[in-house]
């Protein structure tokens, strides 16, 4: 008797990393997503850095030397809206292959979901102390309300001159330290994918269509806005409403 | 069912001791941790320690004892401690370092401090060394600098009379070689550690900081002056450094292709790894080739003296310029921030004094 016991909760105990299911009987899966990049058409990996080949909506010829940003909160929404939140944040660098996949922590049933993640952090996360991200020199200076970057993508570009001039697109919350005391504006923003069905440990692919921070709504035109852009408030707007429409939803693998 | 019980304990005792070391009688050296700054702790990923070399109280000590001993060299005329002397926060003074028979170099010394911070593990001002055990393998034999070879450093090391009773303590066997002496002393430059400075201090709420030394940290961190942050540290990054590889714009073209070099990509070319702004007050002179002897130069030049080449980092702005052009008060407070990042303590700390 005693012995089926011992039996019993060894095989338990073996078995307690398996997948696990909930009470309903539904299967619980974990989630990846992977993060692609391109320009309009045209895939975008590190391999294709340090070299002048893309054109903007301005149709200004420029280079990407570096490329990382930051997602936080992916939410699940089903259709009777409820919410289900996987926990961390991904900081996406494109020299760093492994920071292109991002599994968060937590499971969910199998089913059909509304998808969405948070481009940068919002207020509360950005309010936190992440050593990993500090290690990553991921700061915003104190000076411009402290935090973290949403995105850093630099490269050169040729100027009204014909010379090659570095630009430096940083995205962080907006601020006007003009006055006496700062005035903040919300640019980060809610990415949402649309609905999918998560079946066995699915990954999700996400796109980011580089060409787009410089084309919807705003024209950007680089030779006007290329440096010196965190403490620029309208800068910072300009790139939230150009960021909108960079991120999509390629076929789920499952 | 005393039987079960009995049984299962056993069974249990069993699997415990079944990894465990099988000689009872096995020496273990003692474990040494780091003393990791409350700074560091609460603001940066804890430090790389390969699980091949922890650290031990015999290993670093060891490891120092090595580092201060002119045995590594050829002539037995140059220590490690030569060209990376405590009183220069483990650099030298001069441009160019001589090695044992006069030789110059072509690099400045770098340096030794938070080393087991560089998370990347890429060392030199090129990165083309990875890891600190495998660092310590280049020195010795490098030509310009100890200029030996590592049997007879061995055979020098196995007939001292202290050396073998050293390296049983510190690695349980009298049979000396290569790979345990760079462990040894690598254990011993993941101690050097470094964040007592002023503004350390400051970070801690223990003391104030000037009014110029405040406005120079602001334009350390301001985009539209000094902007140093996005590759120097700040106050959330302790290390000051992100040891990452950049051209910060020193050269038109290049005489030493850096990062270039290691990679062969021509992307790389002019670039070297950002170095850690803590203790400049000691470390003259500055940059991968010592070209500036004083931070005024330094200054001078991130303010007006910018070359421009394809390889220049984008952070550098209005290079055809030759800089933001910082003006004379944000200059000299610029500098004033700086030296807060000073470390007396470090600089004489008697653990890591040759004594
Ligand atoms: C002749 C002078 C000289 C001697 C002797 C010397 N070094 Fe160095 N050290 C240098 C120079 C120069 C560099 C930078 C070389 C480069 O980047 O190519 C350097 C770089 C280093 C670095 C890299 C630091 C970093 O942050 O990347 C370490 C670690 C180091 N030395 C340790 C040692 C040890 C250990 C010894 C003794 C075994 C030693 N050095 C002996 C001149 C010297
Ligand atoms: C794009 C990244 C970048 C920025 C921005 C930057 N630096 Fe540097 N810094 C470097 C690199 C890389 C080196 C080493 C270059 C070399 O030796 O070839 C360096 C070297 C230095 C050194 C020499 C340190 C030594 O031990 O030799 C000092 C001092 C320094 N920088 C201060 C500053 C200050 C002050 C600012 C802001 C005005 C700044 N840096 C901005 C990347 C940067």
Redesign the pocket.
């Given at each position: 008797m005693k012995k089926i016991v011992l039996i019993l909760t060894t095989a338990l105990l073996l078995t307690n990393c398996e997948s696990s299911s909930d009470t309903d009987g539904t299967v619980q899966t974990s989630i990846t997503f992977n993060f692609t990049h391109s320009w309009d058409d045209t895939a975008v990996s590190v391999d294709d850095f340090n070299t002048i080949k893309f054109i903007n909506a301005n149709t200004d010829e420029l280079s990407i030397e570096r490329l990382r940003y930051l997602i936080s909160k992916v939410t699940f929404t089903t259709s009777n809206n409820e919410t289900l939140r996987l926990g961390g944040y991904n900081l996406v660098d494109l020299t760093n292959s492994e920071s292109l996949a991002f599994t968060p922590t937590g499971v969910l049933s199998e089913g059909t979901y509304n998808i969405s993640f948070t481009f940068g952090f919002d207020n509360d996360d950005n309010a936190n102390n992440y050593q990993d991200l500090n290690s990553a020199s991921w700061n915003v200076p104190a000076q411009l309300g402290g935090g973290y970057h949403y995105m850093q993508l630099e490269g050169k570009f040729i100027d009204n001159t014909a010379s090659e001039t570095g630009y430096a697109y940083h995205a962080i919350r907006a601020v006007d330290n003009s006055g006496s005391s700062p005035v903040f504006q919300d640019t980060f923003f809610e990415v949402d994918l649309g609905k999918v069905t998560i079946t066995n440990n699915a990954t999700i692919n996400v796109d980011m269509n580089i060409a787009e921070w410089f084309k919807t709504p705003n024209t950007w035109d680089l030779n006007v806005l290329n440096n010196m852009l965190m403490p620029n408030f309208d800068a910072q707007v300009l790139m939230f409403e150009n960021g909108q429409n960079v991120f999509s939803l390629k076929p789920v693998d499952q | 069912m005393k039987k079960w019980l009995i049984n299962s304990v056993l069974f249990t005792v069993f699997i415990c001791c079944a990894c465990s070391n099988e000689s009872v009688t096995s020496y273990e050296p003692t474990a040494a941790n780091l003393e990791i700054p409350k700074l560091f702790s609460d603001n940066i990923i804890p430090p790389v320690i390969p699980n091949t070399n922890p650290q031990t109280i015999e290993g670093v000590a060891l490891g120092k004892t090595l580092f201060f001993d002119p045995i590594l060299s050829g002539d037995n005329s140059q220590a490690c401690a030569d060209c990376h002397a405590p009183q220069n926060a483990f650099t030298d003074t001069s441009r160019f370092s001589d090695g044992i028979d006069g030789t110059l170099g072509t690099r400045n010394s770098m340096?030794l401090f938070n080393l087991a911070w560089n998370y990347d593990e890429q060392f030199f001002?090129d990165g083309k060394s990875f890891s600190l055990e495998h660092q310590a393998f280049s020195p010795v034999t490098d030509p310009t600098e100890m200029k030996s070879s590592w049997t007879d450093v061995v055979q020098k090391l196995q007939q001292h009379p202290e050396y073998p009773t050293l390296f049983e303590q510190a690695f349980g066997t009298q049979r000396i070689d290569s790979t345990l002496v760079t462990k040894a002393i690598a254990q011993f430059e993941r101690t050097l550690i470094s964040a007592n400075s002023k503004f350390d201090k400051f970070l801690l709420g223990e003391v104030n900081l000037t009014p110029e030394e405040q406005n120079g940290f602001d334009v350390?961190m301001d985009e539209a002056r000094?902007?140093?942050f996005?590759?120097?540290g700040s106050d959330k990054n302790p290390l000051w450094t992100d040891n990452a590889f950049?051209n910060?714009g020193?050269d038109a073209t290049f005489t030493d292709l850096g990062l270039g070099t290691v990679t062969g990509d021509p992307a790389d070319n002019g670039k070297?790894?950002?170095?850690s702004?803590r203790n400049?007050e000691f470390?003259a002179p500055?940059?991968?080739d010592g070209r500036f002897n004083t931070?005024e130069e330094?200054?001078e030049h991130?303010s007006e003296g910018l070359q421009n080449s394809p390889t220049i980092?984008p952070?550098?702005k209005k290079v055809a310029l030759g800089g933001v052009g910082l003006s004379e008060k944000d200059k000299s407070d610029?500098k004033a921030f700086?030296l807060t990042l000073s470390d007396y303590d470090f600089i004489s700390n008697p653990d890591f004094l040759n004594q």
């Open positions: - | 340096p001002w350390f000094g902007d140093c996005h590759c120097h950049h910060n020193l070297f790894r950002s170095p702004l400049l470390t500055y940059m991968h931070l330094v200054i991130y980092d952070l550098m610029l700086l």
